[in-house]
DNA sequence: TCGTCCCTGTCCACCCGCACAACAAATTCT
DNA sequence: AGAATTTGTTGTGCGGGTGGACAGGGACGA
């Protein structure tokens, strides 16, 4: 969601005022770690007082708290503006980030800060159920320092599959062999406790995550394509995520790309996943299936590619111009292994791209690495659980969890 | 724009609440007709008394006029309440369907009310001068008999081709053979004008239209898919116009269907378009190439498919599969000579559609044809130049053009 | 070192816009 | 016809952003 908040028609009363503008300054000394209260009244286009009076309130909140002058950048003259700095015990959520081999979850505060981490393989052909204990643990131990102050808003989950937007039903997780599975009751019950859960596809949250704190910084228009095996897309169009009526925009990894191409799990022949999928790369580069799941590490062994696995940087680069066509996107983050494959045969992708795209949205586009590395969808899992906080900041704290260390051990 | 326009980051002060639930009242009568004040109230959530403000407001703007209770859908008990109609020489823009062969200019007034059309063909090597000549006289003619009183907002143009956001600069008209024309200020300087112009994609322009009074009304996210010679979409997605970053989304024309296909103009082999284009659906039905232009015409003059014809339905399906798979819509539009071949080979269509597409994603989209007939262009020119007027209708009218008629003849 | 300049934080009165309550008006239901 | 119901109108109150006056705090120049 953006500042303003995609309401239909409604109207406008002062109330809304105030939580939208109280909403937006956390929404920036989120976005910059540090902030003066200077740099909001011009970034807000508000007068000073009342910044003031926004800024008194999330102090007495205890969200923010007042800091020093910012050391460093001094610019002018006349007296340095207070910095708002995010609080020592303020609000923090849980990110968790569900891969196919293993889970990764974090207790992040805002700003973005990974405050404690911890991980643990996920088995193969583990059931939801399992897998859920599994997770609930990890939370266990990442909430085990924390403040007894701090309040729990929600947590975030990023998932390797199609996510409901409406419920967060995991309607299909291929790789993890999921069909239907309701992932956030499951872990909430493992936990025994009540809290807001978000679930989202993990490259929706790659492109959340790096549109706020990644490369994709100020850039409203970006894809994050993703390879984990499948591949994904997440789109941000005009700074607002693109979900589509049930969730599910982004599924690139099923475009047409060759109808004469190998069978693809969906039914079809020569999606574009069959040729630059994680099966088909690993085929290429002759690594045991087993193995597809660290696929981005086997590549990273790599120095030279192969004339295989060249063949597939065009691939990428053609089906990138595909989405480059229908998206026009400002910026393409490579996620994933795909990561770890543009370091090898970037020139590749980029001919791709280039011979394939039309001139007016190539002449705008450009393809990037992520600037969180591997952390893109744990982050975006914890900017969907933080976004109520920006919508309002005063009823999300109202509905947050307190004292979560005791509520976990009873 | 939507009725919280997207500002990123901006505070919000009481004079943007006064313009916000202006310009969204104004919205609702334009979206309705006629609307009561009782309406607006709960569509609103603002008290009863605001709305009377507000409406007051209107009033005394000369958009709107006082209705005597809307005589039909008398519902309950209690007092009628008033309505609020658009003021008989309210404001009015200058719509521009610019298409292929032909264009069409309209006096629209508020509510999507065409109160006057023109249309002449237009020659098919025509210089952009000459065709902004000829959309000139086709205003100066729909203007003729405008209330004095009535103030001209804007113009809006509908190209079939690529335009630039920033500025509205026509990029790529493929059919009429230009590139990077500036045909907003060729019509300005023919006319010796200045307002405000408009310019976007006719197909994105379609899928506005249908939105606001068509098909899709309440459907936040549609797409729009023109035949017009070429192939492209509109795509609104959460209610919003889907552009990127610079105008240019949408283009599924290019989208790559066959890799050893027939050479496309654009360079590639096997583009969507070179199946489903103008023409080839020209050479399946052994339709001569000079009357492309009218292929909706001669399609409508069939009574049953060809073999050739239904194979092109298949391809038709395969390719809004790859699209229904992108972007995850509610309801895809069939405009231009897809209206037509829709009638004739709608089944093909829907198989090859529910053949290729994810199963997720289909479960939820539905086929439809336009609502608005081969209108959706032109009342989407009328609704861009009419935004203004939704986001500070105030200072839209300060800046609207007095008395057009006068300011033509002089 | 001191004074000036410039910018910022704080406090105050003020204005604007929406909400609310009370009353009048208009229609339906009994 | 009277009660019930819903809406328009009016006046008052309240919340929230604005703007000015004043004080605080650092940079720069003399």
Redesign the interface.
Known sequence: M?????????????EA?RR??LG?VL??VHGAGQISRAELTS????NRS?IAGLVGELESLGISERATPAGGARQGAGRPSAGVAIAGDGPCVIAVDLGVDRAVVARVGLGGRVLRRAQAPVPHDGEAWQVGASVAALIREVVEDAPTAAPLVGIGISVPG?V?RSDGLI??APNLEWHDVSFGGIVLAALGLDVPVSLANDADLGALAEHTRGVGVGI??LIYVSGNVGVGAGVI????R???????????G???????GRPCH?G?RGCWETEVGGHAIAEAIHCPPDKVAQLDEVLDGFTSPSPELRRTGTAIG??L???V??????LVILGGYFRSLYELVGPEIDAGLT??A????L???RLSLPGLGSDSALLGAAEIALEPLFVDPVAALGSALVDVRAQLAG
Chains 1, 2 share one sequence.
Do not use: W
Not at 43 to 46: E, I, Q, R, V
Not at 242 to 252: M, P, Q, R, S
Not at 325 to 330: D, E, K, T
């Open positions: 953006s500042p303003q908040q995609r309401r239909s028609g409604l109207g406008t009363n002062q005022v939208h503008n937006t929404r920036h970034l807000m286009g508000l009342t199609m409901r309607r299909l409203d228009d169009m005009g700074g607002h693109l979900e589509g009526a049930g969730g599910y925009a982004g599924e690139v099923h475009l047409r790309f060759d109808p004469g969906c079809n053609h089906g111009a595909s989405i066509n229908m998206f026009n996107p400002r011979d394939r039309l001139p007016a949205p002449e705008s586009v």
